[in-house]
């Protein structure tokens, strides 16, 4: 299990005990050995899929140290227990974390500047603030999902129909919306049947299937073997179901025997397909994460 970046605070306070410079690299290493991190482990992205993990905790760990006064950093990538490290090093403690490094101005001051202390921000929390942004967003996102999922439920078939129209459009099937509205049609049963290109050139032909259904309805495997049967009416061996219900389980491992390539969509698929491309949602506000630019400071 990847340990969280306060629990790596002493191990790399300890790890750099000997008064010598370290890279941080080999630091990382030497911490993932310790805490018998296995390859995959060690492997494991963030959500960002930029950095590792655990490569990500060590630097946290790093940064609050430093501000802390407990490490330095002589040269990019690298750092140097402090004095004051030392000492709290001599004192043995049981663990370094946020809460013990708060008796130190500097960390304080750090903080003050790091969070408005008028708002509730969980500053002990044992994700690093990147994991907290991302858990954050991650609710948000959640909420807002349910809420598409309730308003898509609640409208006419007609506008079912509008939507699963834009959204196939919007993901680069159909070739115009004028084309993709026209291959397909009102059913007749809250759904809605047809078939629509699977590219602008119309190379492959898709049947799609629609069914906008309350949200504790569960498809069955049935439903699926008819889905099957009406793609072999159609001519067509690749097909879409889309519902705002849920499958079942058997529905899920069903595999045709032939050619066939199924895909499911459920209703929290389809919500998260819609926030992804724009239907039904807009944009309040949009944050960017950056870092340094090491190259940048580099002497030429």
């Known amino acids: 299990m990847i340990p969280d970046y306060q629990s790596v605070m002493l191990p790399l306070l300890k790890a750099a005990s ?38 990500n905790r060590v630097g946290w760990a790093r940064t609050y140290l430093k501000k802390a006064g407990l490490l330095d950093s002589p040269r990019r990538g690298s750092v140097v227990i402090t004095e004051r490290g030392q000492e709290v090093l001599r004192r043995k403690p049981a663990q370094i974390n946020v809460a013990f490094l708060r008796q130190y101005p500097e960390f304080l001051e750090f903080q003050t500047a790091k969070y408005d202390q008028s708002e509730e921000v969980d500053v002990d929390s044992s994700q690093t603030p990147e994991e907290s942004l991302y858990s954050a967003y991650q609710g948000l996102r959640e909420s807002l999902a349910k809420e598409l999922l309730k308003r898509v439920t609640e409208l006419p078939p007609s ?23 026209k291959a397909i049609g009102k059913s007749g049963d809250e759904g809605i049947d047809g078939t629509i290109k699977e590219d602008k050139l119309g190379l492959d032909i898709i049947y799609v299937q629609a069914k906008r259904w309350q949200p504790d309805t569960v498809v069955g495997r049935p439903e699926i073997h008819k889905f099957v049967g009406a793609l072999a009416g159609q001519g067509a061996k690749k097909g879409i179901f889309i519902t705002t219900s849920t499958f079942s389980k058997e529905a899920r491992e069903y595999t045709p025997k032939n050619e066939t390539k199924i895909v499911l969509i459920d209703g929290e698929q389809l919500t998260q397909l819609m926030i992804d491309h724009g239907i039904g949602v807009s944009t309040t506000s949009s944050y960017e994460i950056k870092r340094i630019d090491n190259d940048y400071f580099e002497e030429e």
Request: net charge negative.
């Open 18 to 55: 000997d008064g010598k410079e370290h890279r941080m690299t080999d630091l990382t290493e030497t911490l993932a050995a310790e805490f018998k991190l296995t390859a995959e482990e060690r492997k494991e992205l963030l959500p960002s899929g930029q950095q590792f993990i655990f490569g």
């Open 159 to 181: 506008f079912f129909e509008k939507l699963v129209v834009e959204l196939l459009v919007k993901m680069g099937y159909g070739g115009s919306f004028k084309d993709a509205g």
